[in-house]
Structure formats: structure tokens, C-alpha cells
């Protein structure tokens, strides 16, 4: 089976890591949050889920890891100034491992320098970020591109977990 990180901070959007996380875990994989800090409380921003990191970024390497998953919300924001987080997405997509970003995920992907060439979808009112940055913006419920798995809204959760489990 396959180990995945869930990259989280505080205020994600809670469905967007619930509903991957426990369908990967249903499916019989290892999945990890990996924070800012080991052991910190990480709180959705709708208050309808809190998880704990399990692990802190300067504690992991990608190589550890067969994917990533990257839930939206206000989470990104919080992560996408870390080197750390930055440097580990980097090394993830360098040795091809599924990359799956929903919502405002895909801001670490431009924080890290990841757009160029590809296609993806995110939260419709970061379309001219994605463009910015050099990718193509599609307005669809699930792109998959090379490694990448990307979705908009908790409304594409089903077609995002059914990709992601795909590449798993």
C-alpha cells in the first residue's frame, strides 16, 4: 500500500481533507499530515474537523512518501511561504509521485514553481494566479495531468478521491 502526506495547516477547508483522508485510509493506505510543527492542532476553518500533525516538515522527506495531497481552503496560504513545504512538493513532482491539489491547493504549486506547461483547475477565482504561472486553466470537476490530480470545490470531492485512488 501506498504512504501518503497530507500537507495541512489551520483553516483548511475541513471536507477537502476529511473526505480524501478517510477514503484513503478506507482503501487500506497509510496517510500522514504533515504540518509546520510536529503535533500541532490543526483546526478546519468551518470547525467541523480538527486533526493533529502527525509529523512536521523539517522531520520528513518526499522520498519517504508515495504521494501528496494538498486540501484547500486557507491552508495553502498558511504553507506556501515554508521552504520546507516548498522544497518537499519540488522533490515529490522531481521523482514523479501523484501530486493531488484541490481547491487553493495549487497555490504551493505556484509557490514552488510547479505551473509551467501543465494543466490544472483550482477554486475558479485563482484561474489568472494558475495562468500567471504559466499553466492553462480548465473549468472541469477533475484535470489529471501527468502526476497532478487537481479539482475546484468540496462539490468535486468524488471525482478527486476517484483519481487520486487511481494514481495510488
Known sequence: MSKVAFLLANQFEDSEMQVPYDEVKKAGHQADIIGLKAGETLKGKQGKAEYTADKGISE???EEYDAVV????????NLRLDQGILDFVTQANAAGKPIAAICHGPQILISADLLKGRTVTCYPPLQDDIVNAGAEFRDEEVI???NYVTSRTPKDEPA???ELLKKL
Open 60 to 62: 520528513v522527506k518526499a
Open 70 to 77: 494538498i486540501p484547500g481552503g486557507s491552508s495553502p496560504e
Open 144 to 146: 489529471v495531468d501527468g
Open 160 to 162: 478527486f478521491v476517484r
